[in-house]
């Protein structure tokens, strides 16, 4: 039996090392359909990328009234204007969600 000393890796051999082992997570490197998997993958994301932003205009919409609401709440003593902007702020944002969404699936159809 041998004893070999393992000499260590170089810097630029683990970061080639991790970028695949990342790649190989994340597209199924070890698959033997990686390239339809990842046209899958990137596809699917195309598809959806209008909707994906709908949650964060959503969120926007909500925390914008809150401000709003929390600004007058500070300037007129009345705390009623907190949670009237936030609940308008909701009202707005769905609203404009379902819009969107309806708006979307009617360019589908056509």
Known sequence: MTD???EPLSKEEIERIAQQEASAS???A???NKDRDEKDYREAMQQNAPYLTLGIQMAFTVALGAGIGWWLTD???NS???GLCAGLGAVMGLGYFIL???RME???KK
């Open 75 to 77: 300037r007129t003593g």
């Open 26 to 28: 994340i597209f199924g």
């Open 80 to 82: 009623l204007w907190l």
């Open 4 to 6: 070999k000393k393992q």
């Open 100 to 102: 969107v969404v309806l």
């Open 106 to 108: 009617k360019m589908k």
């Open 30 to 32: 070890n698959s033997p």
